[in-house]
């Protein structure tokens, strides 16, 4: 079953705005990590910020994780084209994900 | 770093038909992962495996699906026979195993299509 439910499904934004896509997940976990997928490739790990961490940064990107309201937010400043994907995050125990259904960001020139 | 390998990219079968796909994790690393990913369902988690030892299947569908793992640099996933349903990308991703979260490496994907 996928546990984290990524919001909006999709996003459509212009080159230098920045995207915001949220997740919400139902049990307690370790970690949360998100991953890019581009079309037509497999998932490429972005971020993994884990359960006693509040806000992490990498490079365009800044997660933050809400323990509390089960939630994570993935911020992508001054977005590119290069950004157009989909987005996932996954939730999990030492080992095992699960994945939420993603969030297509389209980054129009 | 090569990265996961799968093969092949794309299959195309006729129903009824054995598929194998197959697939290289990143030397090292001693977990290996099976996905399925479709409009539907998303992605799904088929098997896992640990040190080439099958720890979590319950994610494979049905008796029609099999995975083995002889080494730590071979992986196969079977599907015999074949059905329309199973069109899907299969992803292979490796990891190393550790506590505090597992970044996992995916490979491209086998596009399936069983007619």
């Known amino acids: 079953s996928q546990q984290g439910e990524e919001d909006p499904q999709a996003l459509s934004i212009q080159e230098g705005e920045n995207a915001t896509m949220n997740c919400s997940y139902k049990?307690?976990?370790?970690?949360l990590q998100w991953y890019r997928q581009n079309s037509g490739r497999g998932l490429v790990h972005l971020i993994l910020?884990?359960?006693?961490?509040r806000e992490k940064h990498s490079g365009r990107l800044r997660v933050t994780l809400d323990t509390s309201k089960k939630s994570s937010s993935l911020l992508i400043t001054a977005s590119r084209a290069a950004d157009t994907a989909s987005y996932f995050c996954?939730?999990?125990?030492?080992?095992?994900?699960?994945f939420g259904a993603g969030t297509t960001v389209t980054v129009r020139a | 770093d090569a990265g996961v390998i799968q093969s092949p990219r794309h299959e195309v079968t006729e129903m009824g038909q054995e598929v194998t796909l197959r697939c290289k994790p990143i030397?090292?690393?001693?977990?290996l992962f099976w996905y399925r990913q479709t409009m539907m369902r998303g992605l799904e988690l088929l098997i896992y495996?640990?040190?080439?030892?099958?720890?979590?299947d319950s994610g494979m569908p049905e008796d029609r699906f099999s995975a083995k793992m002889p080494n730590a640099s071979f992986s196969t996933l079977k599907i015999q026979p074949s059905e329309p349903r199973d069109s899907a990308v299969y992803f292979c991703?490796?990891?190393?195993?550790?506590?505090?979260?597992?970044?996992?490496?995916f490979g491209p994907g086998t596009r399936l299509t069983v007619t």
């Open positions: 996954a939730t999990g125990s030492d080992y095992k994900l699960s």
């Open positions: 049990t307690s976990i370790n970690n």
């Open positions: 910020i884990r359960s006693n961490e």
């Open positions: 030397s090292g690393h001693n977990s």
């Open positions: 991703a490796s990891s190393l195993a550790r506590t505090g979260g597992n970044k996992q490496y």
């Open positions: 495996f640990n040190n080439n030892v099958p720890i979590d």
